[in-house]
C-alpha cells in the first residue's frame, strides 16, 4: 500500500504528521460488538472506551488531544452512547471535530480518529530503546482482567472506563528514549518495542506492579490495561510514578 | 455534545481546523455492507468509494488529501479490498497514514478519515450564499442510479468508482461564497445550502446537467453522483466546466 511516510510503516501506535510548524499525532481504533466489547454492554461504557484507547495511543506519544471524529452505527440505546461520548469528552478534553452516523444490521461497530498535537519532539516511537537503558512502567497490570471478569468489583472502572496517562505520557516523552502504550498486554506489547528497537528486553516481573500476584502471567497477558511502557537512559530518574520491570540488552 | 469550534456546529461537509499555520480539513464517512454497498459487492469497488466520497468532502473545501486512516472489518474478500485501497490511494494521491482492522460478525462495516490541507483561506462552507448569487453545479447527474440500476453499461463507473472533483474545487474555492458536494441528491442538498445560508434558491430544472431527462426528478433526487454545488456573485464567470443551474433569492 502506498504509505505516507508519517504512518511509521504501521509499526506504531500512530501516525506522526509535521503540519506547518507543528507535529500532529493521529491514530484510529475501532471497537465491535461481540469482539471489543459484550453484548448487551452499557453503551456509554463503550463510548468511554473506545475515545479512551485511542487517547492512550496519544499518550504513548506524549501527544495532547486536539479533537476526534467517529462513526456510529444507529440501533439500540443510541441516548446511552452519546451520554458516554458527553463524558469522556469532557473529562478528557476533547472535543468534537466531526463523524458519520451509519443505519446497517448486525453487530454495532464504532470507530474513531483522534488528532493530537505532540508536546515534544522529536515523538517517541516504539523503535528506540538501547541497550543498556533501563525498562518502566507506569500504571499496573491486571485490573482490567478483574474488572472485565467482575464487573461487580472495584476493578470495573480499569476495564470499563480506563483513564489514558495523558499527564505521565507528557512528562516522560522528552527523556523516553521509546515508549507505548500496553494495550494487548506487557508480554506482547514489550517483545514488539524490543523487536522494533532491535534489542533484547530482560524482564524482572518480581519488580512488576500487578493486580493479583496469584495470576501473574494472565496479569501479564491480558491487555486492556493502558499502562505506559518506556525506556530510559539508565540512570535518568523518571518525572512520574513507575517501577523498574528490566533492562534492554543487545 | 463538546464541539470544537473547528467542527462548524456538524453543519458543514468536514471540519476547518487551523494548525501551525496552516489550514486543515478533516472529515469521516463510514460504509455498511446491505446500506451503502450491496451485499456481495466486489470489495475493491467499495474500497474507492469509501476513500473516493471522503475525497468529495475534500474536494467542496478546495482541499487536497494529506492521508488517509480508515477501519477495516476482516472477512471476505479482504485481497480485494486491499486492491481497491491500493489503486485508490494512488490514483488519486492519498497516502495511508493508519487505521485498524477488526474481526467481527455480520456485514461488513468500514471507515475512513480523511485528512486535506485547505489551498484557500477562508474554506468555503454551505453558508455563505448571498441574495442574487448565481448557483452552479460541476458535474452531471443521475449517472450513479443509472449505474447503480445496470451495472452492465457505461454508467456503472459512475457508481462504483466515483471521480472526486478536487481540481475543480481547489480552482473553485477563491472564488465561491458558498460549496458543497451533491453526495445526497441536488434537492436536498440545494435545500441544505439554502438553509445554511439563510437564502432561497431558485433553480431551472431545464438548465441542468441530467443523465437521463426522461426521469430527471430521480435524477435531481439519487445520491451518490458527487458533483460540486457553488454559488458565485452574478457576474464571475466559473473557472471550470459548470452549469448555470439557477440564482439566489431572499
Known amino acids: 500500500l502506498p504509505l505516507h511516510e508519517a504512518a511509521r ?10 503540519v506547518g510548524g507543528e507535529t500532529l499525532v493521529v491514530t ?7 469482539t471489543h466489547f459484550r453484548v448487551g454492554a452499557d453503551l456509554a461504557d463503550v463510548a468511554w472506551k473506545l ?9 504513548a506519544k506524549g501527544a ?16 446511552r452512547f452519546l451520554e458516554g461520548l458527553h463524558r469522556v469528552s469532557t473529562a478528557l478534553d476533547v472535543p468534537i471535530l466531526g463523524g458519520d452516523t451509519i443505519a446497517a444490521s448486525g453487530p454495532r461497530t464504532f470507530a474513531a480518529t ?4 505532540a508536546t515534544h519532539v522529536p515523538v517517541p516511537s516504539r523503535a528506540g530503546a538501547q541497550t543498556s537503558d533501563a525498562i518502566w512502567l507506569c500504571g499496573r497490570l491486571g485490573d482490567a482482567m478483574l474488572g472485565f471478569e467482575d464487573p461487580d468489583s472495584d476493578h470495573a472502572a480499569a476495564f470499563l472506563r480506563p483513564i489514558p496517562l495523558l499527564d505521565e505520557g507528557e512528562l516522560v516523552a522528552p527523556l523516553a528514549t521509546a515508549m507505548m502504550d500496553v494495550s494487548d498486554g506487557l508480554l506482547l506489547d514489550a ?19 500487578i493486580a493479583d500476584r496469584a495470576r501473574i502471567h494472565e496479569c501479564l497477558s491480558w491487555g486492556d490495561d493502558y499502562a505506559l511502557l518506556f525506556t530510559l537512559p539508565a540512570d535518568t530518574v523518571p518525572p512520574v510514578a513507575a517501577h523498574r520491570i528490566g533492562s534492554v540488552g543487545p
Do not use: K
Not at 510503516?9 to 509535521?18: F, P, R, S
Open 9 to 18: 510503516n504501521l509499526e506504531d501506535d500512530a501516525a506522526v504528521l509535521q
Open 28 to 34: 484510529h481504533d475501532a471497537m465491535a460488538e461481540g
Open 51 to 59: 475515545v479512551a484507547s485511542n487517547l492512550s495511543d496519544l499518550a
Open 64 to 79: 495532547r488531544p486536539v479533537g476526534l471524529l467517529l462513526s456510529y452505527m444507529l440501533g439500540d440505546a443510541d441516548a
Open 114 to 117: 483522534l488528532i493530537g498535537r
Open 191 to 209: 517483545s514488539r518495542m524490543a523487536a522494533a528497537s532491535n534489542v533484547g528486553f530482560a524482564l524482572e516481573t518480581g519488580a512488576m506492579p
